[in-house]
């Protein structure tokens, strides 16, 4: 069924697929921190464990999560730490463009600065007011709802502030290196001259 909601060529599909690269880490709250580093307004790394980090702002947003492999959720209820809050707490450096969003098992993705602060975007902890599940992403995953579902890491460990761009993992293996889904943007051959570092 058509749906105004829904990007072309995706479709909702019922239930919450789990689809990931590689294994599900075993979350040990006495080793995981969460690290905010390169180009950092005051050039230091700032770092908070899973209490501190657990202890910031939490907020919601409903939004929808668009995989490239095409299945839709829709009006998902997200819980969490703005992104924006993060940013506020560890700014970076006035040169900053792009963030390396990091994860478990060095899986990474590369963001604009402006998606990264875009209002929606969402380190959450929760989906549908319940904690998230090892699958889905426990304890944090980013949630970047413009923007194709590879760009959220799940077991987001932290950032890297960076003064240029450079490919995350997906990107570098024929993804969009923007990966809007308004635009279809999948593929990497689809880049335009400027959409990313060259290949
Ligand atoms: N760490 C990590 N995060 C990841 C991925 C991955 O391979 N590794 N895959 C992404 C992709 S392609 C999608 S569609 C979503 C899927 O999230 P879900 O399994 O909760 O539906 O996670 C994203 N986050
Ligand atoms: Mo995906």
Same mark, same amino acid.
């Given at each position: ?9 995706? /479709?909702?599909? /019922? =239930? ?9 880490? !075993?979350? /040990?709250?006495? /080793? ?7 180009? @950092?307004?005051?050039?230091? !790394? ?9 202890? %910031?702002p939490?907020e919601?947003v ?7 492999? !095409? ?6 209820? &997200?819980?969490g730490v703005r992104a924006r809050a993060v #940013?506020? *707490? ?20 590369? %963001?604009? #600065? ?5 209002e929606q975007t969402m380190f959450? @902890?929760?989906? =549908? =007011?319940? *904690? *998230? @599940? ?16 590879? !760009? ?15 490919? =995350?993992? &997906? ?27 060259? %290949?």
């Open positions: 069924m058509w749906d105004p909601r829904l990007p072309p060529g995706q /479709r909702v599909q /019922r =239930g919450w697929p789990v689809t990931h690269y590689g294994p599900v880490p !075993k979350f /040990r709250a006495d /080793r995981w921190e969460f690290r905010v580093f390169g180009a @950092t307004a005051d050039g230091e !790394k700032h770092c908070w464990t899973h209490e501190e980090f657990a202890a %910031l939490y919601t409903v939004a929808d999560l668009h995989c490239v492999a !095409k299945f839709s959720m829709l009006d998902a209820e &997200w819980g #940013l506020d *707490l560890a700014p970076p450096a006035p040169e900053v463009t792009h963030v390396m969003v990091w994860a478990e098992y060095g899986f990474s993705s590369n %963001l604009r #600065l402006s998606d990264f602060t875009a959450a @902890t929760h989906c =549908g =007011g319940e *904690l *998230l @599940t090892a699958e889905h992403g426990f304890p944090l995953r980013l949630v970047v709802p413009h923007l194709y579902a590879w !760009k959220g890491p799940k077991w987001v460990r932290g950032i890297e502030y960076m003064t240029a761009d450079r490919r =995350g993992f &997906w990107e570098e293996r024929g993804y969009h290196n923007i990966g809007d889904p308004w635009r279809e943007q999948r593929y990497s051959y689809q880049e335009q001259r400027g959409e990313g570092p060259e %290949l």
